[in-house]
């Protein structure tokens, strides 16, 4: 039977409101990702004889270090491994622990109070709803964004807070426009740097404040770190651990998924203050029964050689320079971040004696239509593409041809700024 007949029995009376209620897949919205897989169908179709760049896709384009595969391989076949893992291995921790003080200089965390696995990150900011917020009790995000802590906010009965990120405040929120009666309610404060999407990085400075203004209004930070470690030119991998007084107000995200070209391998830990870290693990474990042993073990081999990371993050910047010289050549302006691989860019208005642009979707479907380039866009703060360096390419000569073929397909385009 197809979807549609059952909208005609008990079931579609019975979904939970928090998902459509008796309305539950009678919305006809379509999500941004779900419109972005349909053009690139459609123009795969329309020019089946075209490469179909893909830019917009925001996981790596290589497989995980050849180390951590033969690690998982070893620890795969022990028998002793087999069983479940509950919150964590003693070495996972120990290596996550060592990891941050190697690579982000973040001292005396302790690996038995203050560190547990995740299965990815996702799972962990979809979790941390249950463990603070009450009905009517705010989570604030910024915008645009990565949503899912918001969304399970609302899940539980929350109310989440946008804060824009914008382009004059260095996509950086600005904590004093938050409204007191919203700060008064507010049990979360979500942070991510460096950014997705803006790919902007968050300063010792601003992670200060961030810690003085969640005391004074005692609100816990989430700091969601996927990126951290991939940073560019002379910029040091700087974490929230790493600011004073940052522990006694909240937590530190990590995940292997970018920074190890380990998306599907699903490892990640959350790490901050004791207390926090407790009552999240007691909400994980009623949630899931922990990663694969291997999984972890292979994950602590490559938290012990950082080196992985930044023969991964020099890729990246090569990338970015290339990108970001190709579009500033085709009249954008263009910045290349100093972390993560994403480029934000604002979008043209339309292009000249032709079509117009009425947000950064409208410009996203006619490179994708049109040009066979695909990005993501990003409304929340102004009208913006994001493009992403994780493009399909083995090789610089490979990646100069990408690059070369991105100009060739848009220099007979004139754009309006």
């Known amino acids: 039977m197809s979807i549609e007949s059952y909208q005609n029995t008990f079931v579609q009376q019975v979904f939970a409101d928090r998902i459509g209620g008796a309305n539950y897949g009678k919305d006809t919205n379509i999500y941004k ?23 917009g896709v925001g996981e790596p384009d290589e497989m995980a270090d050849a180390g951590i595969v033969a690690k998982l391989a070893e620890e795969a076949a022990k028998p002793e491994n087999r069983g479940y893992a509950d919150n964590g291995i003693p070495e996972f921790k120990a290596a996550a622990a060592q990891y941050l003080a190697d690579v982000f200089k973040v001292e005396g965390i302790d690996p038995n109070t203050e560190i547990v696995h995740s299965i990815g990150s996702k799972p962990a900011l979809a979790m941390l709803p249950s463990v ?8 604030i995000l910024t915008v645009p964004g990565y949503p899912v802590l918001g969304t399970h906010t609302k899940y539980v009965g929350g109310e989440v807070y946008n804060v824009q990120l914008t382009q004059e405040n260095n996509f950086l929120p600005n904590l004093d426009e938050i409204p007191a009666d919203i700060a008064k309610r507010a049990k979360l404060l979500y942070l991510n740097y460096p950014n997705n999407p803006t790919g902007a990085s968050a300063t010792v400075e601003f992670f200060t404040k961030v810690v003085e203004w969640a005391k004074a209004n005692e609100v816990i930070v989430v700091h969601d770190a996927p990126y ?7 910029l040091k991998p700087l974490s929230f651990l790493s600011v004073p007084g940052a522990k006694d107000v909240g937590i530190e995200l990590h995940s292997l998924s970018k920074s190890y070209n380990m998306t599907g391998w699903r490892i990640g830990f959350v790490a901050g203050n004791p207390l926090i870290v407790k009552a999240f693990s007691d909400v994980k474990d009623n949630n ?15 938290l012990a050689n950082p080196s992985i990371t930044e023969g991964i993050a020099e890729k990246y910047s090569r990338r970015h320079d290339m990108l970001v010289g190709a579009l500033n050549e085709l009249g954008f302006t263009a910045t290349k971040p100093k972390g993560s691989f994403f480029l934000y860019v604002q979008a043209p208005k339309g292009i000249k004696g032709g079509e117009t642009f009425g947000s950064g979707e409208a410009f996203s479907q006619f490179l994708i239509r049109e040009k066979l380039i695909s990005t993501v866009p990003w409304d929340d703060a102004g009208s913006f593409v994001r493009f992403s360096v994780t493009f399909e390419a083995k090789g610089l000569d490979e990646e100069k041809r990408v690059i070369e073929e991105i100009k060739r397909r848009l220099s007979d385009v004139e754009f309006e700024f």
């Open 288 to 302: 899931d029964s922990g990663q694969f042993i291997a999984i972890q073990k292979a994950a602590a081999y490559g």
């Open 228 to 234: 951290a470690a991939l940073t560019y030119d002379g």
């Open 33 to 55: 990702f779900e419109k972005i897989k349909r053009a690139k169908a459609a123009a795969r179709q329309a020019f089946p004889d075209v490469e179909l760049i893909d830019m």
């Open 132 to 139: 603070f917020i009450n009905p009517g009790d705010v989570a």
